[in-house]
């Protein structure tokens, strides 16, 4: 299985590459536009660091040979934090060669942090950090979880992340007056700063040999993002999105709806699942799949942190994948 690229989408990430680079963030590279073989494993492990909730009376079950355990703290006395927001530690396995990736990292690092002790994982084993979209609960504890970890973890560490728009200054409307409130902007120096490398995935990229992402997601359906977050594409004092190669130039500065362009998902290809083998997590999913195209990756599109997680369009669905428990899901 391949995924393709257009020329003309590859001399727009060239120029953007070109422009990033002029705007000194040397720790950016773009995804080649290359067509991708997508990986097959054997196993998935997906364990919840950060989400809105937990329960302690969470009983493992299973659907469709995907299986789904609780995350049990190791202390008694101290619960869980929970936050609006997510972080989810993947662990695919293929033969003998097991990786582990982080994907997304809540909305404070204490949650993150506090969580990953009590959870007992170790940060270790990370061998890559994956970004879905700009929003603030999904990498609000980014900096603060490598500011503790990042001294233990591997020299040549990659964050993998959508696009330029993830780099973008948000806000939100507060108030009955709608005043515009600061929800946020990841300066790139910082995480420079730190060791990090990032590729910017607006094609499909494998990582790791395991795992494998969308790229940008084209709009071809009816179906609109609803009103969540504001974006403002403009840079300003060498921090903020420089969205030149992907928008019109009278986007520039402007202060618009949120439509997270680019906003990508993470998948995996698991050997003998028949029509269920394509795992994709969209923590989010405020861009959908159309029914053409994507090779097939739509049968597993779901999310843990918005509305279910179905195998596949019409099938079954995962116990109580809808109120973001703490656990362990293992196909």
């Known amino acids: 299985m391949t995924f393709d690229l257009s020329r003309r989408d590859a001399l727009k990430m060239s120029a953007g590459f070109a422009l990033s680079a002029a705007g000194g963030f040397s720790c950016v590279e773009l995804a080649s536009a290359a067509p991708i073989e997508v990986p097959t ?19 493992a079950q299973e659907v469709i040979g995907v299986r789904t355990e609780p995350g049990r703290s190791r202390d008694a006395k101290r619960p869980l934090h929970s936050e609006w927001g997510l972080s989810l530690y993947l662990e695919p396995q293929r033969g003998d060669e097991k990786r582990t990736f982080l994907l997304d990292f809540g909305w404070t690092p204490e949650a993150i942090n506090g969580n990953m002790d009590l959870l007992q994982v170790d940060p270790k084993k990370i061998d890559a950090l994956i970004m879905s979209h700009g ?18 973890m591997n020299a040549d560490l990659t964050m993998y992340a959508g696009g330029e728009d993830n780099f973008c200054q948000r806000y939100v409307k507060m108030g009955g007056m709608g005043d515009l409130a600061d929800y946020g902007m990841l300066d790139r120096r910082d995480i420079a700063k730190q060791n990090v490398k990032v590729v910017l995935c607006e094609s499909p990229v494998v990582i790791g040999g395991v795992a494998f992402t969308t790229g940008k997601i084209k709009r071809n359906s009816i179906e609109k993002v609803l009103p969540n977050s504001l974006v403002e594409f403009k840079q300003k004092d060498g921090a903020g999105c420089n969205a030149s190669h992907y928008l019109p130039a009278e ?40 029914a053409a195209g994507h090779g097939g990756v739509g049968r597993a599109e779901g999310s843990r942190h918005h509305g279910r997680l179905p195998s596949r369009a019409g099938a079954g669905r995962l116990p109580d994948a809808g109120r973001r428990r703490n656990r362990q899901a293992r196909p």
Do not use: Y
């Open 41 to 59: 494993i054997d196993k998935l492990s997906v364990r919840v660091l950060v989400d809105s909730a937990s329960d302690n009376f969470f009983r």
């Open 135 to 152: 929003h603030f609960d999904h990498w609000g504890g980014l900096l603060g979880f490598l500011d503790k970890h990042r001294k233990d």
């Open 251 to 290: 986007m520039e500065g402007k202060i618009v709806p949120d439509e997270h362009i680019h906003e990508h998902a993470t998948c995996f290809n698991l050997k003998d699942r028949g029509a269920d083998r394509h795992f994709l997590l969209r923590p989010c999913r405020h861009r959908q799949f159309g």
